[in-house]
Protein backbone atom coordinates (compact mmCIF):
# COMPACT_ATOMS: atom_id res chain seq x y z
CA UNK A 1 0.00 0.00 0.00
CA UNK A 2 1.26 3.39 -1.10
CA UNK A 3 2.65 6.03 2.10
CA UNK A 4 1.89 9.34 2.54
CA UNK A 5 4.44 11.70 4.88
CA UNK A 6 2.02 14.15 6.00
CA UNK A 7 4.29 17.21 7.99
CA UNK A 8 2.89 19.65 10.58
CA UNK A 9 5.25 22.64 10.12
CA UNK A 10 3.19 24.02 12.91
CA UNK A 11 4.65 24.79 16.32
CA UNK A 12 1.10 24.41 17.73
CA UNK A 13 0.62 20.40 17.36
CA UNK A 14 -2.72 20.35 17.12
CA UNK A 15 -3.64 23.57 15.93
CA UNK A 16 -5.19 24.34 13.00
CA UNK A 17 -2.73 23.15 10.70
CA UNK A 18 -2.79 19.89 12.10
CA UNK A 19 -7.09 19.84 11.73
CA UNK A 20 -6.15 20.52 8.06
CA UNK A 21 -3.75 17.77 7.61
CA UNK A 22 -5.39 15.23 9.47
CA UNK A 23 -8.81 16.04 7.44
CA UNK A 24 -6.86 15.06 4.12
CA UNK A 25 -4.70 12.03 6.07
CA UNK A 26 -8.21 10.63 6.91
CA UNK A 27 -9.01 10.79 3.57
CA UNK A 28 -5.99 9.22 2.36
CA UNK A 29 -7.00 6.31 4.45
CA UNK A 30 -10.79 6.04 3.50
CA UNK A 31 -9.35 5.71 -0.11
CA UNK A 32 -6.83 3.27 0.35
CA UNK A 33 -3.60 4.97 1.35
CA UNK A 34 -1.20 5.00 4.64
CA UNK A 35 -0.37 7.87 6.37
CA UNK A 36 2.22 9.07 8.76
CA UNK A 37 1.97 12.20 10.50
CA UNK A 38 5.54 14.36 11.63
CA UNK A 39 5.17 17.06 14.25
CA UNK A 40 8.49 19.40 13.67
CA UNK A 41 8.51 20.68 17.26
CA UNK A 42 8.53 23.47 18.84
CA UNK A 43 12.84 24.38 19.15
CA UNK A 44 14.64 26.29 17.32
CA UNK A 45 14.80 25.09 14.09
CA UNK A 46 18.88 25.05 12.26
CA UNK A 47 18.61 26.65 8.89
CA UNK A 48 21.01 25.61 6.08
CA UNK A 49 24.05 26.90 6.13
CA UNK A 50 25.52 26.51 2.70
CA UNK A 51 28.19 24.67 3.36
CA UNK A 52 27.51 22.13 0.66
CA UNK A 53 28.44 19.04 2.43
CA UNK A 54 25.41 17.28 1.55
CA UNK A 55 26.19 17.64 -2.08
CA UNK A 56 28.73 14.43 -1.44
CA UNK A 57 27.42 12.84 1.93
CA UNK A 58 23.52 13.14 1.12
CA UNK A 59 22.40 14.38 4.76
CA UNK A 60 22.40 17.19 6.47
CA UNK A 61 25.55 18.24 8.70
CA UNK A 62 22.76 19.03 11.30
CA UNK A 63 21.74 15.59 12.38
CA UNK A 64 18.09 16.08 13.35
CA UNK A 65 14.32 15.44 11.96
CA UNK A 66 16.06 16.84 8.36
CA UNK A 67 17.71 13.59 8.45
CA UNK A 68 15.55 11.14 10.15
CA UNK A 69 12.80 11.89 6.91
CA UNK A 70 15.89 11.72 4.26
CA UNK A 71 16.50 8.17 5.88
CA UNK A 72 13.22 7.24 5.31
CA UNK A 73 12.32 8.89 2.40
CA UNK A 74 12.20 5.25 0.12
CA UNK A 75 8.88 4.55 2.29
CA UNK A 76 6.77 7.38 1.25
CA UNK A 77 5.47 7.47 -1.60
CA UNK A 78 3.92 11.18 -1.50
CA UNK A 79 4.45 14.04 0.86
CA UNK A 80 1.78 17.33 2.15
CA UNK A 81 3.32 19.76 3.51
CA UNK A 82 1.31 21.82 6.00
CA UNK A 83 2.18 25.04 7.90
CA UNK A 84 0.41 28.18 9.21
CA UNK A 85 0.87 31.45 7.56
CA UNK A 86 2.97 34.04 9.03
CA UNK A 87 3.18 37.46 7.43
CA UNK A 88 2.43 36.01 3.88
CA UNK A 89 4.46 33.05 4.06
CA UNK A 90 5.25 29.75 5.70
CA UNK A 91 6.13 29.23 9.01
CA UNK A 92 10.20 30.27 8.86
CA UNK A 93 10.80 27.10 11.00
CA UNK A 94 8.89 24.95 8.54
CA UNK A 95 11.09 26.65 5.84
CA UNK A 96 14.41 26.02 7.58
CA UNK A 97 13.81 22.22 7.72
CA UNK A 98 12.53 22.04 3.99
CA UNK A 99 15.50 24.09 2.96
CA UNK A 100 18.19 21.55 4.46
CA UNK A 101 15.56 18.18 3.18
CA UNK A 102 15.17 19.52 -0.19
CA UNK A 103 19.01 20.52 -0.67
CA UNK A 104 20.36 17.52 0.75
CA UNK A 105 17.05 14.77 -0.26
CA UNK A 106 15.85 16.95 -3.01
CA UNK A 107 17.25 14.31 -5.68
CA UNK A 108 15.36 11.10 -3.71
CA UNK A 109 11.75 13.14 -4.02
CA UNK A 110 11.82 12.74 -7.65
CA UNK A 111 8.39 11.14 -8.93
CA UNK A 112 6.69 11.17 -5.34
CA UNK A 113 3.34 13.04 -5.10
CA UNK A 114 3.30 16.21 -3.48
CA UNK A 115 0.91 19.02 -2.25
CA UNK A 116 1.21 22.36 0.50
CA UNK A 117 -1.63 23.18 2.42
CA UNK A 118 -1.94 26.44 4.47
CA UNK A 119 -3.81 27.74 6.93
CA UNK A 120 -4.13 31.81 7.87
CA UNK A 121 -6.70 33.89 10.00
CA UNK A 122 -7.08 36.18 6.96
CA UNK A 123 -4.51 36.52 4.02
CA UNK A 124 -1.41 35.13 2.47
CA UNK A 125 -2.10 31.88 1.60
CA UNK A 126 -1.22 32.23 -1.90
CA UNK A 127 2.20 33.70 -0.96
CA UNK A 128 2.61 31.21 0.98
CA UNK A 129 1.46 28.63 -1.10
CA UNK A 130 3.47 29.43 -3.87
CA UNK A 131 6.63 29.30 -1.98
CA UNK A 132 5.88 26.12 -0.45
CA UNK A 133 4.92 24.59 -4.02
CA UNK A 134 8.26 25.80 -5.40
CA UNK A 135 10.30 22.66 -3.23
CA UNK A 136 8.02 20.08 -4.86
CA UNK A 137 8.63 21.19 -8.88
CA UNK A 138 12.25 21.82 -8.18
CA UNK A 139 12.39 18.44 -7.18
CA UNK A 140 10.41 16.65 -10.13
CA UNK A 141 7.98 15.93 -7.81
CA UNK A 142 3.86 15.79 -9.17
CA UNK A 143 1.93 18.66 -7.16
CA UNK A 144 -1.84 16.84 -6.67
CA UNK A 145 -5.35 19.46 -7.01
CA UNK A 146 -7.93 19.60 -5.23
CA UNK A 147 -11.71 21.05 -5.83
CA UNK A 148 -9.77 25.00 -4.37
CA UNK A 149 -6.59 25.83 -3.70
CA UNK A 150 -5.09 24.19 -0.28
CA UNK A 151 -5.86 26.66 2.34
CA UNK A 152 -8.07 27.08 5.12
CA UNK A 153 -9.12 30.18 7.73
CA UNK A 154 -9.34 29.69 11.27
CA UNK A 155 -7.12 31.59 13.93
CA UNK A 156 -7.68 29.72 17.46
CA UNK A 157 -6.49 25.77 17.31
CA UNK A 158 -9.25 23.73 15.97
CA UNK A 159 -11.40 27.10 14.17
CA UNK A 160 -10.68 26.14 11.14
CA UNK A 161 -13.56 23.15 11.40
CA UNK A 162 -15.71 25.99 10.49
CA UNK A 163 -14.16 26.31 7.10
CA UNK A 164 -16.63 23.64 5.81
CA UNK A 165 -15.49 24.13 2.28
CA UNK A 166 -11.39 24.47 3.33
CA UNK A 167 -12.25 21.29 5.18
CA UNK A 168 -14.10 19.81 1.99
CA UNK A 169 -10.70 20.99 -0.09
CA UNK A 170 -8.53 18.56 1.93
CA UNK A 171 -10.73 15.99 1.79
CA UNK A 172 -10.69 16.06 -1.71
CA UNK A 173 -6.76 16.53 -1.91
CA UNK A 174 -6.73 13.59 -0.28
CA UNK A 175 -9.27 11.50 -2.40
CA UNK A 176 -7.05 13.20 -5.79
CA UNK A 177 -3.66 11.58 -3.89
CA UNK A 178 -5.41 8.36 -2.58
CA UNK A 179 -6.45 7.98 -6.85
CA UNK A 180 -3.38 8.86 -8.37
CA UNK A 181 -1.34 6.54 -5.54
CA UNK A 182 -3.51 3.80 -6.73
CA UNK A 183 -2.77 4.88 -10.86
CA UNK A 184 0.88 4.76 -9.79
CA UNK A 185 1.06 1.12 -8.13
CA UNK A 186 -1.36 0.09 -11.43
CA UNK A 187 1.55 1.40 -13.47
CA UNK A 188 4.08 0.05 -11.82
CA UNK A 189 2.62 -3.62 -11.73
CA UNK A 190 2.65 -3.09 -15.98
CA UNK A 191 6.08 -2.47 -16.19
CA UNK A 192 5.43 1.76 -16.44
CA UNK A 193 9.11 2.99 -15.65
CA UNK A 194 9.57 6.54 -13.81
CA UNK A 195 11.56 8.72 -16.08
CA UNK A 196 15.22 8.90 -16.22
CA UNK A 197 17.07 12.49 -15.37
CA UNK A 198 19.87 13.06 -16.84
CA UNK A 199 22.82 15.03 -14.93
CA UNK A 200 21.55 18.64 -14.05
CA UNK A 201 22.62 21.54 -15.83
CA UNK A 202 23.20 24.71 -13.59
CA UNK A 203 23.26 27.98 -15.17
CA UNK A 204 23.75 30.89 -13.40
CA UNK A 205 22.82 33.23 -16.11
CA UNK A 206 26.50 34.86 -15.98
CA UNK A 207 27.87 32.30 -18.06
C1 LIG B 1 3.89 35.26 13.76
C2 LIG B 1 2.52 35.09 13.18
C3 LIG B 1 2.24 35.65 11.95
C4 LIG B 1 0.99 35.48 11.36
N1 LIG B 1 0.75 36.02 10.13
C5 LIG B 1 -0.44 35.83 9.52
C6 LIG B 1 -0.67 36.33 8.22
O1 LIG B 1 0.19 36.90 7.55
N2 LIG B 1 -1.91 36.17 7.69
C7 LIG B 1 -2.93 35.54 8.37
O2 LIG B 1 -4.02 35.46 7.85
N3 LIG B 1 -2.72 35.00 9.60
C8 LIG B 1 -1.50 35.12 10.20
N4 LIG B 1 -1.26 34.56 11.43
C9 LIG B 1 -2.31 33.72 12.04
C10 LIG B 1 -2.09 32.21 11.82
O3 LIG B 1 -1.76 31.91 10.48
C11 LIG B 1 -3.35 31.42 12.18
O4 LIG B 1 -3.69 31.66 13.53
C12 LIG B 1 -3.24 29.93 11.94
O5 LIG B 1 -4.52 29.36 12.05
C13 LIG B 1 -2.33 29.25 12.96
O6 LIG B 1 -2.22 27.87 12.66
P1 LIG B 1 -1.85 26.78 13.78
O7 LIG B 1 -3.03 26.66 14.71
O8 LIG B 1 -1.62 25.51 13.04
O9 LIG B 1 -0.60 27.25 14.45
C14 LIG B 1 -0.02 34.74 12.03
C15 LIG B 1 0.27 34.17 13.30
C16 LIG B 1 1.51 34.34 13.85
C17 LIG B 1 1.82 33.69 15.19
Known sequence: MSKV?????????YGNT?????????SLEQHGAETEMLYLGKQPMAGCIACYKCVKSGTCVFDDQVNQVIERLEQYDGLIIGSPVYFAGPSGRLCAFLDRLFWAGGKRMAGKLAAAVVCCRRGGASAALDRLNRYFTYSNMCVVGSSYWNLVHGLKAGEVKEDTEGMQTMQNLGKNMAWLLRNMEAGKDSGVQRPDYERKVYTNFVR
Open 18 to 26: WTALKEAAD
Open 5 to 13: LLINGSPNE
